[in-house]
């Protein structure tokens, strides 16, 4: 029996008519591919353009994720109820009268794990905050929810960790409150921090001032806060020498602005909840642009690439508490990575990708095999209770 197959029909592009194509199959399908990719990245765009919708009844865990239906929650409820052009941007903070004003809750299991606790997270969480406006960080609020029965030797410990993270990052803990629920409603303490930060510079970051050309870069090794807690919890049988990367970035983003003119420095964001990829498919969307990463470039320690593997995690979705990106102008990216690695929490800082126009509104990664593959916004809930 023969091999061959009819070849495949075309039209004529003066009639329109249909006429034999005489090439052999393989050329006459090549535009395949092409015409088939061109369909999923409408359909991926139609999609993002749907109102978002919460169609659950009930909040579960992947609502706080960070992911799309943290982002689905936000602009159907929240956003809905409480929009304003303060708010509208959904940086990291509010930018008002020269100040930064930003807030976080810490709800992390268990609440002390290698690298610090619940207290010093809490505090660096807020700090990076308004590190990531631009802003220099001043005075902190500090709310806790106890649980009845929790034990006064481990929230001195929390505080300790709390007041030596403020010293460290020049910052005053100078209001707060305490509340006490029953035994069994709560989960020993949820701290809340609230900051104010000053904007020394005239800043202009935004998730939408990316533009084509733009370096990609991410201050060190990501992951490893996310893989360190999921560690900590004793669920899984597995072994790694890890620490959570837990800083206040305000170390590195003072002299990284510093070095760089004004307005090279588009966009700063601490990859926390969904990690590097969500924090960047925001980019995308915003600034109506692609993300083009290269994974070979990406910095990821051997044990947290390992352990992510073992659980089928992509490290580009886990949380870090003391990296951030950064995207700057391309003649930019040598000074900023300069004034990222003459810091000890930069010292690994790398270029890992680059902005394009096209697709807008996409990431996506150039892998080690030489295919390039899609990286959406994080879905579902892989490591709950992080932060």
Known sequence: MSDERPPAAVRDERTGAAVRDERPRAEAVREVPGDREAQVLER????????????????????????????NLIEAVFM??????????????????GLAFSTDSFVVTPLFFPGGNIGDLAVNG??????????????????????????????????EAMATAAERAGVNIVTGDTKVV????????????????VLDRDSTLSVSAAQPGDV????????????????????????????????????????????CP???????RDATRGGVATILNELAEASKVSVVLEENAIPVRTAV???????????????????????VAEPAA?????????????????????????????????????????VDVLVGDPLPRIC
Not at 126 to 151: K, Q, Y
Not at 262 to 268: N, P
Not at 346 to 356: C, D, L, M, Q, S
């Open 44 to 71: 991926i765009e139609r999609a993002r353009h749907r109102k978002a919708r919460v169609r659950e009844e009930y909040i579960n865990l992947s609502h706080g994720a960070g992911g799309k239906a943290t982002h």
């Open 262 to 268: 004004h307005g090279r420095v588009r966009f700063l």
């Open 80 to 97: 809905e109820a409480f929009r304003n052009p303060l708010l509208e941007p959904l940086e990291d903070g509010a930018t008002v009268n």
């Open 216 to 259: 990609v870069i991410v201050s060190g090794p990501i992951g490893e806060h996310g893989i360190t807690i999921m560690l900590a919890r004793g669920e899984l049988d597995i072994e790694a020498d890890l620490t959570s990367d837990t800083a206040p970035l305000s170390e590195l983003t003072a002299p990284l602005l510093d070095a």
């Open 334 to 374: 040598d000074a900023a990575l300069a004034a990222l690695r003459s810091h000890p929490l930069g010292a690994e800082a790398a270029v890992i990708g680059r902005v394009g126009a096209d697709p807008p509104g996409l990431v996506l990664l150039r892998t080690a095999f030489g295919g390039t593959r899609i």
């Open 182 to 197: 029953q035994r069994g409603k709560g989960d020993g303490c949820y701290i809340n921090t609230t900051g104010i930060g």
């Open 126 to 159: 807020t700090v990076n905050d308004l590190a990531m406006c631009g802003a220099r960080p001043r005075h902190l609020s500090a709310g806790f929810i106890l649980e009845e029965g929790f034990p006064i030797a481990d929230l001195r410990r929390i505080t």
């Open 305 to 327: 690439r390992g352990a992510c593997e073992l659980l089928g995690i992509d490290p580009l979705y886990v949380a870090c508490e003391g990296r951030m990106v950064a995207v």
